[in-house]
């Protein structure tokens, strides 16, 4: 099985509001990833986990800020919002971050107001 | 530093024909590659991968590719499309350490019938 599910699809939230992003993977992965994607682009990295600590982040805004409880979950919790974060998040996992490959959620669809 | 090509933006092919997507990286040591494809509004799924051996690999849904170091190209090819293979498709990289996946810009493929 190669699933990482993502919940909710689709989010639509506020400047002020603070939502989180979930994701899961049962594959026993060591390393996630959480991407950024606007439309008619590749993903853009934003953060890493390697055995649940944060191994790279890559610059991004402090309103944006991960968790991971433990090696399954990685969440993405978000806080005062810019409409131009509006986009589709994408959660990835992989063995570990020697290169594998990564097996990518079906993404979160948020749209900031 | 890394960076991967993907020189055709937009792709029509008939049904029934063949295709073939072009890729080309530029990496110093062996490049760890892979295709990836993406349905509107989805996540990505990893079609096929080249580590290392056989320079033409199999992938899921009759998907081919090959390794060509002498050209820097990972082309990815199919005997016959199929109306569902119309999507974007990504070329990547990853860098050494395995953290980080560096994307194309994506090939559009729509398939005429």
């Known amino acids: 099985d190669t699933e990482v599910t993502q919940t909710p699809k689709h989010l639509v939230m506020g400047m002020t509001n603070k939502k989180s992003l979930k994701c899961e993977q049962h594959m026993g992965h060591r390393a996630m990833y959480w991407y950024k994607q606007k439309a008619k682009k590749p993903p853009e990295l934003m953060f890493v986990?390697?055995?649940?600590?944060?191994?790279i982040n890559e610059s991004v805004p402090s309103r944006f800020s991960p968790e991971c409880p433990n090696s399954s979950l990685l969440n993405l919790h978000l806080h005062a919002l810019q409409p131009e974060d509006s986009a589709l998040y994408l959660c990835?996992?992989?063995?570990?971050?020697?290169?594998?490959?990564?097996?990518f959620g079906p993404g979160t669809r948020l749209t900031v107001t | 530093a890394q960076s991967v090509t993907q020189p055709d933006i937009h792709i029509t092919v008939s049904e029934g024909a063949s295709l073939e997507l072009r890729c080309n990286y530029s990496?110093?040591?062996?490049?760890?590659l892979f295709w990836y494809v993406q349905s509107p509004g989805q996540g990505l799924q990893l079609l096929l991968k080249?580590?290392?051996?056989?320079?033409l690999v199999q992938g899921i849904k009759g998907f081919e590719a090959e390794f060509k170091r002498s050209q820097s190209s990972f082309n990815l090819r199919k005997p016959s499309v199929h109306w569902s293979d119309a999507a974007e498709y990504f070329c990547a990289v990853s860098n050494q350490a395995g953290t980080a996946l560096i994307f194309g810009k994506g090939t559009t493929l729509s398939v005429s019938s």
């Open positions: 080249y580590f290392s051996g056989d320079t």
């Open positions: 990496y110093g040591a062996t490049p760890y």
């Open positions: 986990y390697s055995y649940e600590k944060l191994s």
């Open positions: 990835a996992s992989s063995l570990r971050t020697d290169p594998y490959e990564q097996y």
